[in-house]
């Protein structure tokens, strides 16, 4: 496989294992989740070294003792590093990974929508309190 389509593989992998990691974090995941996460950024680190030894002098690879947050923002990171390489586009909405946007139609729904939106925002922060009272007991 050609190098650049190969970065293109890992960097979403990575991207994956992100968003899988912090949204286990945010359920209360298992040992077994966070060493899975843990060892597949590890190996992502790996072949990305092996492609580009660049990458060893700034990334280091994660010990089993790290959360599933740390792994979250290492897989990040890492992507990061090489967004230059695989962003489809130029501008900065085209760089940003599985978004799309089209200014005009945001607009219009802005318009018609920011009422409600500010209004569920203002919900969740009148309840977050709440809620997190009700995990915590339940999780006792």
Do not use: H
């Not at 597949?40 to 580009?52: G, I, M, S």
């Amino acid at each position: 496989m050609e190098r650049a389509q190969e970065i293109v593989k890992l960097v979403n992998v990575l991207r994956r294992t992100a968003r899988m990691a912090q949204q286990a974090a945010w359920a209360g995941s298992d040992a077994e989740s966070i060493t899975f996460c843990v060892k597949q950024y590890n190996k992502v680190l790996e072949r990305l070294t092996e492609l580009d030894e660049g990458v060893a002098g700034v990334f280091d690879p994660l010990g089993d003792d790290a959360n599933l947050t740390v792994v979250a923002m290492a897989c990040r990171q890492l992507a990061a590093f090489y967004e230059d390489e695989t962003a489809p586009g130029g501008s900065k909405w085209e760089r940003i990974y599985g978004a799309a946007f089209d200014p005009d139609s945001f607009k219009e729904f802005w318009r018609q929508s920011a009422k409600d939106i500010e209004d569920f925002g203002e919900f969740i922060r009148e309840n977050l309190d709440a809620w997190a009272a009700m995990r915590k007991k339940k999780g006792e």
